[in-house]
Each structure stands twice: as C-alpha cells, then as structure tokens.
C-alpha cells in the first residue's frame, strides 16, 4: 500500500550545488553550471551557455531564502499569507506545486 506524502509536515532546503543571488527588487536568481559531456557538446556546437539562469517569481523569491532546513511547508506557508494574503491563494496548493517542482530539478532537498 502507497503511502500518500504530506507536503505541509516536509521540511525543505535549498541545494547548496546551485549559487543563488537577489536583485534590488527581491528576485532571486539560481545559477546552473551547465557541465559534463553532453553540455560540453552542446556549449561548442549549439553555442549553449556555460551557465543556465533561472529567476523565481515574485512569490518563490520571498520563499526561497525562508528555506533554512528547520521551517515545514506549513510554517513557510504562513508567511506568505503574512506577506502576500489573499494574492497567493489557492496558498498550499501552490505551495505544494512549487516546491514540487523546485524538488524535480534537484533545487531543493527535503530535511524532513
């Protein structure tokens, strides 16, 4: 029998493996080095980037430094609903796609 997941009681951490800076306007940006054989190939024939950047929204950016490895997706939750209120809603099931997401590129962890 599959046990369904909770994402509200996970505890998520930003992967240390990809640098991250925030513009003046809040915007975080996460740097993905583009390595290995493939990349390689890809960067001398299709001109490919060493580096792919990708910028979080709005909310993801508010999030993203929040993610400290001890706060659950509930806690986080609740401080966005301090931050952005009714403008973030459908709250978790946002959140829960998000950090869905950000776990399918390898950006975050799960401590929990």
Not at 23 to 51: C, M, R, S, W, Y
């Amino acid at each position: 029998m599959k046990q369904s997941v909770n994402y509200l009681d996970k505890v998520p951490v930003r992967n240390e493996k990809y640098s991250w800076t925030k513009d003046d306007e809040g915007i975080v940006t996460l740097e993905v080095l583009n390595k290995g054989f493939f990349h390689f190939l890809a960067q001398k024939l299709l001109k490919k980037p060493p580096v792919t950047y990708v910028h979080l929204d709005k909310l993801g950016s508010f999030i993203w430094p929040l993610m400290d490895g001890v706060m659950d997706v509930h806690q986080l939750g609740e401080k966005v609903e301090e931050q952005f209120g009714e403008e973030a809603h459908p709250l978790y099931e946002r959140l829960v796609q998000y950090f869905r997401i950000l776990e399918s590129y390898n950006f975050i962890l799960w401590n929990k």
